[in-house]
């Protein structure tokens, strides 16, 4: 098993921008998780799906930030536009029913 | 001006001690714990896991005590090594809003610094 995929592992972009992350979690899992890490406030929970429906998007920081799941692997998250606060590791973590969730390896994103 | 980030809690040991590292919980209702562990450039990588009907778990190496009482958890490594220099997060389960299949909501401590000397 690969594990959960992420795309791309590193993104540069300018202010204003659309940035899109992708992620493909573990083949079976039927959650799955968007995170958001910063020096500033630590791991947070952005969204999650549920059998690829959107369940708490409570922790999605403004309209600028979008998430969907069209499939039961693959997910995106999108910032339009965005600004240098968004610079931040952007995890996508799935998970099976029972106990842990497994995270990918992150896309490490940059708003110049 | 400065930027100010989180403080993180930081632990060096020898290599070859023991290490505690500690975590304090904030919802009495959690019924599911978690340790990470997160290496420089990684996503975080599942240790151990605890529910709240233990008190005590020990895996390879590793053991993980929780006390309900005083809303305390603990991870306990062995002969520490210097691959176990990383970081170190502790995680309480809340469950989310559907009644069945619902998904776990983790909300992740701060962090640990473990530098493992040679």
């Known amino acids: 098993d690969a594990g959960v995929i992420q795309s791309p592992r590193h993104e540069v972009t300018e202010m204003g921008q659309e940035v899109t992350l992708r992620c493909k979690p573990i083949?079976?899992?039927?959650?799955l998780f968007w995170y958001r890490q910063t020096m500033m406030r630590g791991l947070e929970l952005l969204i999650y799906?549920?059998?690829?429906?959107?369940?708490?998007d409570s922790g999605m920081p403004e309209d600028r930030f979008s998430a969907k799941m069209p499939n039961a692997s693959f997910s995106t998250l999108k910032i339009q536009p965005s600004e240098p606060r968004d610079s931040a590791v952007y995890f996508c973590?799935?998970?099976?029913?029972?106990?842990?969730?497994?995270f990918g390896p992150g896309t490490r994103l940059t708003v110049l | 001006g400065e930027s100010v980030g989180l403080h993180l809690p930081t632990l060096s040991v020898q290599e070859g001690d023991n290490s505690i590292i500690n975590c304090a919980y904030s919802n009495s209702a959690s019924d599911y714990f978690i340790w990470y562990k997160q290496e420089s450039g990684k996503g975080p990588q599942f240790i151990i896991d605890?529910?709240?009907?233990?008190d005590k778990r020990q895996g390879q190496r590793v053991t993980v005590l929780l006390n309900k009482t005083v809303k305390h958890l603990s991870l306990q490594i062995a002969a520490t090594q210097p691959g176990d220099s990383a970081v170190y997060f502790c995680a309480e389960n809340k469950a989310g809003p559907h009644s069945s299949g619902s998904a776990r909501q983790l909300t992740f401590g701060s962090g640990t610094q473990l530098t493992v000397l040679p």
């Open positions: 973590a799935s998970w099976e029913g029972t106990n842990e969730q497994f």
């Open positions: 799906f549920n059998n690829n429906v959107p369940i708490d």
């Open positions: 605890i529910r709240s009907n233990m």
């Open positions: 083949s079976g899992h039927n959650s």
